[in-house]
């Protein structure tokens, strides 16, 4: 059930103030451990991302402890105050939450009521086995009530209990699972995996916004390809992404690098218009899908995605079209698509397009080589503007607009290499225009 050994030697500040509160429960007579993912991750050699403590305190008796300044209540239903602290003037907070059972689950989510309980009783109710751990940190002891540690040292991603009553209490298990099996490359307990196939089509009862979240977890992380292949392969992926379900074939996808890349770069990936290499036309050119952007737009309102992350995810389709076509076209039609961000994001998408492509790789180098210099170099100040126009007795209109766009052009492209060779050209320009302006 136990085993002993300091698992948390490094005495990061956040550790130190986890102790510290477990310190104070313990001296007050209550059972305090280390939980979850905090534990999981120190067994398996991982810094934890923050730590969790759980007590038989109940939540009015930690706020006692730790007085209203240090305390809030953030999950009263549940039984959680986040306890917050400076340690060496750095703000630290960790979650102490109330051993609890739930009670029974009526909307496939959330249960309907808490009961406060034992640990072991704490460790039942929890998703996974790996996730069902404690870590009592004064005797320097994992407890493990559900065989944590061994499916952790086995890699494997197990229910706790009986996987079909444990998705069907909480459906969005399902995701975790592929989630948590996927960041540790672990493999699925078949038992978990047959529930999750037979349970899937209730993943439609998680709302859009909370599936969304889970996604973006899976899709940022260096092993989305296998966790996508896994959501496809156990019947989830055709209720929460029906209009990516062909990605799964695209190339550029599959091409991306086994690395953490935001969540805006991996979907330009996926509904990139020439992200499938197989497609030619007749004339051997890739078909582009011109579908792109309204199949975004589905997963925007399907997942509650913000229009910031649409954006961002349409700068990166657009750019690294420019980019990986640079070869063929004139600086000035590259530079202003690259104004907008997102450019490291842009030349790495185009670096997968040329390589399922097997296109020529000198535009991006190209590229390269001029954005690696500051902006104010590859985005000088115009030498053209409007009241420069206006000065030359030209007025505002469609002649007006498209003199600015071709002097900013020949700017960019080298054809006018000086503010006086610019206005030279406008003048000789306005002497051709102006009769008919
Ligand atoms: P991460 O590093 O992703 O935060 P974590 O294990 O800390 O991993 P959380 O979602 O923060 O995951 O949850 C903390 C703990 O609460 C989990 O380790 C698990 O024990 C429990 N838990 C969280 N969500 C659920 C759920 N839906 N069903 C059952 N237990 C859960
Ligand atoms: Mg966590």
């Given at each position: 059930?136990?085993?002993?050994?300091?698992l948390?030697?490094?005495?990061?500040?956040?550790r130190?103030f986890?102790h510290?509160?477990?310190?104070?429960?313990v001296d007050?007579g209550?059972?305090a451990?280390?939980?979850?993912?905090?534990v999981r991750?120190?067994?398996?050699?991982?810094?934890p991302?923050?730590?969790?403590v759980?007590?038989?305190a109940t939540p009015?008796?930690?706020r006692?402890?730790?007085?209203?300044?240090?305390?809030?209540?953030?999950?009263?239903?549940?039984?959680?105050?986040l306890?917050h602290?400076?340690i060496?003037?750095?703000r630290?907070?960790?979650?102490?939450?109330?051993?609890?059972?739930?009670?029974s689950y009526?909307?496939?989510?959330r249960?309907?009521?808490?009961q406060?309980?034992?640990?072991?009783e704490?460790a039942q109710?929890?998703?996974?086995?790996?996730?069902?751990?404690?870590?009592?940190?004064?005797a320097q002891r994992?407890?493990?009530?559900?065989?944590?540690q061994?499916?952790?040292?086995?890699h494997?991603?197990?229910?706790i209990g009986?996987?079909?009553a444990?998705?069907?209490?909480?459906?969005l298990?399902?995701?975790?699972a592929?989630r948590?099996?996927s960041r540790?490359?672990?493999?699925l307990?078949p038992?978990?995996?047959?529930?999750?196939?037979?349970?899937?089509?209730?993943?439609?009862?998680v709302?859009?916004e909370?599936?969304?979240?889970?996604l973006?977890?899976?899709?940022?992380?260096?092993?989305?390809?296998?966790?996508w292949?896994?959501?496809?392969?156990?019947?989830?992926l055709k209720?929460?992404?029906?209009?990516?379900l062909?990605v799964?074939?695209?190339e550029?996808?599959?091409?991306l690098?086994?690395?953490?890349?935001?969540?805006?770069?991996?979907l330009a990936?996926m509904?990139?218009?020439?992200?499938?290499?197989g497609?030619?036309?007749?004339?051997?050119r890739?078909i582009?899908?011109?579908h792109?952007r309204?199949?975004?737009?589905?997963?925007?309102?399907?997942?509650?995605?913000?229009?910031?992350?649409?954006?961002?995810?349409?700068?990166?389709?657009?750019?690294?079209?420019?980019?990986?076509?640079?070869?063929?076209l004139?600086?000035s039609?590259?530079?202003?698509?690259?104004?907008?961000?997102?450019?490291d994001?842009?030349?790495?998408?185009a670096?997968?397009?040329?390589?399922?492509?097997q296109?020529p790789i000198?535009?991006i180098?190209?590229?390269k080589?001029?954005l690696?210099?500051?902006i104010q170099?590859?985005?000088?100040?115009?030498?053209?503007?409007?009241?420069?126009?206006i000065?030359?007795?030209?007025r505002?209109?469609?002649?007006?607009?498209k003199?600015l766009?071709q002097?900013?052009s020949?700017?960019?492209?080298?054809?006018?290499v000086?503010?006086?060779?610019?206005?030279?050209w406008?003048?000789?320009?306005?002497?051709?225009?102006?009769?008919?302006?």
């Amino acid at each position: 059930m136990s085993s002993e050994g300091p698992l948390f030697p490094a005495s990061s500040i956040d550790r130190q103030f986890a102790h510290e509160i477990v310190r104070r429960l313990v001296d007050r007579g209550y059972v305090a451990y280390y939980a979850g993912g905090c534990v999981r991750d120190a067994l398996l050699g991982l810094t934890p991302k923050d730590f969790d403590v759980a007590t038989n305190a109940t939540p009015d008796q930690v706020r006692e402890i730790f007085g209203s300044e240090h305390t809030r209540a953030v999950g009263e239903a549940f039984g959680v105050v986040l306890v917050h602290g400076r340690i060496a003037k750095k703000r630290c907070q960790v979650e102490v939450a109330t051993f609890r059972t739930d009670g029974s689950y009526s909307d496939g989510r959330r249960p309907d009521w808490v009961q406060y309980a034992t640990a072991q009783e704490d460790a039942q109710r929890r998703d996974f086995t790996i996730n069902g751990l404690f870590y009592d940190p004064i005797a320097q002891r994992v407890i493990d009530y559900v065989g944590g540690q061994e499916d952790l040292a086995n890699h494997v991603l197990r229910a706790i209990g009986d996987p079909y009553a444990r998705i069907s209490e909480d459906k969005l298990r399902m995701l975790r699972a592929i989630r948590f099996a996927s960041r540790y490359s672990f493999a699925l307990d078949p038992a978990t995996g047959q529930a999750i196939e037979e349970s899937s089509e209730g993943i439609q009862l998680v709302s859009g916004e909370r599936i969304g979240m889970e996604l973006e977890k899976i899709l940022e992380h260096p092993n989305r390809l296998w966790a996508w292949h896994q959501l496809d392969a156990c019947g989830l992926l055709k209720h929460i992404a029906p209009e990516l379900l062909p990605v799964k074939d695209r190339e550029l996808f599959g091409a991306l690098p086994k690395e953490q890349l935001p969540l805006a770069l991996v979907l330009a990936s996926m509904i990139h218009p020439w992200g499938q290499s197989g497609v030619l036309d007749r004339d051997l050119r890739p078909i582009e899908d011109p579908h792109w952007r309204t199949t975004l737009e589905a997963i925007q309102h399907r997942w509650k995605l913000s229009n910031e992350l649409f954006e961002s995810a349409c700068t990166c389709v657009d750019a690294s079209s420019v980019i990986a076509k640079s070869e063929d076209l004139a600086w000035s039609q590259v530079q202003p698509k690259l104004l907008r961000g997102w450019v490291d994001e842009s030349i790495l998408l185009a670096e997968c397009l040329l390589a399922i492509r097997q296109w020529p790789i000198e535009g991006i180098e190209t590229c390269k080589q001029r954005l690696s210099v500051p902006i104010q170099v590859w985005n000088p100040p115009p030498w053209i503007n409007g009241s420069d126009l206006i000065q030359a007795g030209l007025r505002p209109g469609p002649v007006f607009g498209k003199l600015l766009a071709q002097a900013r052009s020949m700017q960019l492209d080298g054809h006018l290499v000086s503010q006086q060779m610019a206005i030279d050209w406008l003048k000789a320009e306005i002497g051709k225009t102006l009769p008919g302006q």
